[in-house]
């Protein structure tokens, strides 16, 4: 399977053109990458083109920003427990491109489109009372640019499968990146089952991903970074649900907690950077008296 994220084995620092990788990739000249911040700004994480390969040895087309942490291995504390602190890298280049573009006659940039973009929706919809499933089965697929800000509209939108498409969702996301969204990265919202494996997401003006009332839902070996969009109401964040990880939480839009996603699972993923919350979970009310 294809390497869509890891961390530096070495500090690449600033003015830097190469970096040295912790794993294998087949990476290649050309593709576009992200570098995770190495220290305690968010905002300094930052792209690169890659002008070379050899080996684990990567050459940037031009010198970085910003300095960039890495070592052979993660780190150990005191008690004996692994820390890993080595920045990530993740790859943004795929063959398959999906990009938000102004409409016709409406130059790039243009205020009058600001913050709007395309809507990769997968939903359940009736019409002329048939219902339609959506399944959406992403490998390897690059999503720039999408989602619309200040609505539901989010950059790639799982919604309203309550039934599986029809028992059995066979809804993926793998070696995907999405970046530069103008909403949430990746929404799953009352569909179940959905897979994101080696998802890269950068750059969200909204949670990196989100689940909300979807059982069974597995977010694995993913890198997300970059979450900009400022609270409504400062120190109000993790209320707003601001997150690298959004898991299971609190539906903005029927103004209550969702009810815990049974089998839902965050694992061997990496909240690498976000202006609020690397990672929310909303459970059963924390007032109620438990045994």
Known sequence: SMTTWGRLAATAAAGSTSAVLAMDV???????????????????AEVAVIAAVSGRALTFAAPLKFAHFGAPAAATTADGKRVE??????????????????????????????????????????????????????????????GQEA????????????????????????????????????????????????????????????????????????LALSVYQRAVTPGWEINEVLANFEMCVYDLETDAVTPPCEGTVLRDSAAAGSRHTGVVLYADDCTAATG
């Open 151 to 222: 609505t539901a509209r989010h950059a790639l939108h799982f919604e309203r499968m309550p039934s599986g498409g029809g028992g059995g969702n066979t809804s993926y996301v793998r070696g995907v990146s999405v970046h530069s969204s103008h909403s949430v990265g990746i929404m799953v919202k009352d569909t179940p089952g959905v897979v994101i494996s080696g998802a890269v997401v950068h750059v969200s003006r909204g949670s990196s991903v989100a689940v909300v009332r979807s059982d069974r839902v597995l977010v694995d070996n993913t």
């Open 85 to 146: 602190v080595r920045s990530e890298i993740g790859l943004l280049s795929h063959n398959v491109r999906i990009e938000g573009a102004p409409p016709r006659g409406v130059p790039p940039g243009s205020p009058a489109v600001a913050g709007w973009g395309c809507h990769v929706r997968v939903a359940q919809v009736v019409a002329g009372g048939v219902i339609y499933s959506g399944v959406a089965e992403l490998s390897a697929v690059e999503i720039a640019g999408c």
């Open 26 to 44: 087949d990476w290649k000249a050309g593709d576009r990458v992200v570098l995770a911040a190495g220290g305690h700004d968010p905002d300094e």
